[in-house]
């Protein structure tokens, strides 16, 4: 289980994961990359379970996409305890596969050790031996563990078809590229056998692989679609940044003009994906935008990933369908139009960025919107971390550090820290609510919605311009902007004397906030 501080005492942790591994394991800390595995395996679980709250109307945001990961952690990272820690936490059995059976009879002494119920499938086992495991596996035995060869038995598929598998985890999934194509064919099966028994979740560990075998790995494995994840919790080489914004479109093709390319930009639905693309390529220039997501069938997603990954240039719109793809290396700027869901997931799309070691931005667009949607959420938990990342008035890495239970760091690069070590600090330009709130506020009881609606969209207009040589603000856009300041607290309109017009609203919380 990796080198992970045991210990006794019965202080409370953090979370339910890491109070699991306590009290199962008398384990106090994950290692950020464990948190991230298993946040993966959990969240795409409970996508599965009820998709329909996850998915607006007409709104697919692919997040069953993270159910397929390969997992690259070195020896002793304690890859174990990523696929114990949810096992006790789903409800259903997980298979476990192995490539020796010295390390399946290892790891169900360890398990038997602990608190965790298991079964092993082998070769040679009488009727009555697995039939026992059968029954085992309905009283409650959490994991099963199993090699390829026992697999490929149709019979014993068709049985565990009926247990109701929630998670495979493939363990040493290099052998998968390294043997199946050589003395042990089984490992070219473990398609076949996911295909049938079919669980929500799936995750392939592998201790270290080159491109070309995380390739055949996720071929096999997956049909070539996966997530890859990396032990590698701070990348020094990206920048965090914020940047306020209600319209969001409008900023991303302000960044997509002055920021560095080949650039991602995250847009969290299929549908904002591909009129992301369709508005760059619009204002840029045909051809400078694609759009990505789990909706494209293999032949598009392989042309769009040649297209994206050859290009020096290009902008990929997309879900977080965009997972393993083309590891693209040189990846300069990575944007989120919407934010993601927790900050293990926006540690690992913004990691995709600066591959090559060479600098990279990540850029949250963050409006009062997002911060009203992000409020319902208990301090300290994953969802709220995302908010706090974007209101920080420290570091934003040490945020997602925090997050992820890591230890405090030197912050090597985010906009806030930055700019306090400046000798002459940079003044960036308002937002498009920070404009329409300073308007309103220089102007009391001046303007109707009507009318600030139409200031805002000249002097959006005029900025963009000069940037775009294009009018790209519409009508509508300024609605959504006047829209989230009301609805934010922001500012009010005047029931009584000046009846219909807009002030700052002198609510007790707007005069704690400042207009950052």
């Known amino acids: 289980m990796g080198n992970n501080e045991i210990i006794s005492t019965d202080e409370p942790c953090l979370d339910y994961v890491t109070q699991t591994a306590f009290n199962n394991f008398g384990i106090k800390y994950l290692y950020p990359w464990q948190r991230l595995v298993v946040s993966n395996i959990l969240e795409a679980y409970e996508y599965w379970k009820k998709p329909l709250e996850y998915e607006d109307e007409g709104e697919l945001t692919d997040s069953f996409c993270k159910g397929r990961q390969i997992v690259l952690l070195p020896t002793g990272a304690g890859k174990s305890l990523c696929f114990q820690i949810p096992a006790l936490l789903l409800d259903g059995p997980s298979l476990i596969i192995y490539p020796l059976l010295a390390l399946m009879t290892d790891q169900q002494r360890r398990m038997e050790e602990g608190s965790l119920r298991s079964v092993t499938f082998r070769g040679g086992q009488t009727e009555e031996e697995r039939e026992e495991n059968f029954r085992k596996i309905r009283e409650g035995a959490q994991i099963i563990l199993a090699n390829p060869e026992v697999l490929q038995s149709e019979s014993l598929l068709e049985q565990l078809k009926d247990v109701g598998i929630k998670h495979i985890a493939i363990d040493e999934a290099h052998c998968v590229s390294e043997w199946g194509d050589s003395f042990r064919p089984a490992y070219l099966g473990l398609g076949n056998v996911i ?289 989230q300041l009301k609805d934010s607290g922001r500012i009010e309109m005047d029931n009584f004397l000046w009846k219909g017009r807009l002030r700052v609203k002198k609510s007790r919380e707007t005069k704690k906030k400042s207009v950052n």
């Open 195 to 483: 295909k049938v028994l079919n669980p929500p979740v799936i995750t392939a560990f592998t201790a270290t692989a080159s491109p070309e075998v995380l390739s055949r790995v996720a071929e096999i494995l997956f049909d070539g679609n996966a997530h890859v994840v990396r032990s590698e919790s701070d990348r020094k080489n990206i920048i965090y940044y914020v940047r306020q914004a209600a319209a969001k479109k409008k900023e991303a093709l302000l960044l997509a003009r002055t920021e560095q390319r080949p650039m991602i930009i995250f847009c969290g639905t299929r549908n904002k994906a591909e009129d992301m693309a369709r508005e760059l390529n619009v204002c840029l220039g045909d051809g400078t935008a694609r759009f990505y997501h789990a909706g494209l069938d293999k032949t598009e997603k392989d042309e769009t990933e040649k297209w994206f990954y050859d290009s020096k240039d290009g902008i990929l719109c997309a879900t977080c369908a965009y997972g393993m793809g083309v590891d693209k290396k040189d990846i300069k700027t990575v944007v989120h139009i919407v934010p993601s869901a927790t900050a293990e997931a926006y540690i690992q799309e913004a990691g995709r960025g600066g591959r090559d070691g060479s600098i990279a931005k990540a850029i949250l667009l963050w409006s009062p919107a997002d911060s009203l949607d992000y409020s319902v959420y208990a301090p300290g938990t994953r969802q709220a971390a995302m908010r706090d990342f974007a209101e920080t008035t420290e570091c934003r890495r040490q945020v997602l550090l925090d997050a992820l239970g890591a230890e405090q760091a030197v912050c090597s690069g985010c906009d806030l820290c930055d700019a306090r070590r400046a000798a002459t600090p940079q003044k960036s330009s308002p937002s498009d609510w920070q404009t329409a709130y300073e308007i309103i506020k220089k102007a009391r009881n001046y303007y109707s919605e009507d009318e600030i609606e139409t200031e805002l969209f000249e002097t959006m207009n005029n900025r963009t311009r000069r940037l775009l040589g294009l009018n790209v603000w519409t009508h509508k856009d300024t609605v959504e902007v006047v829209k």
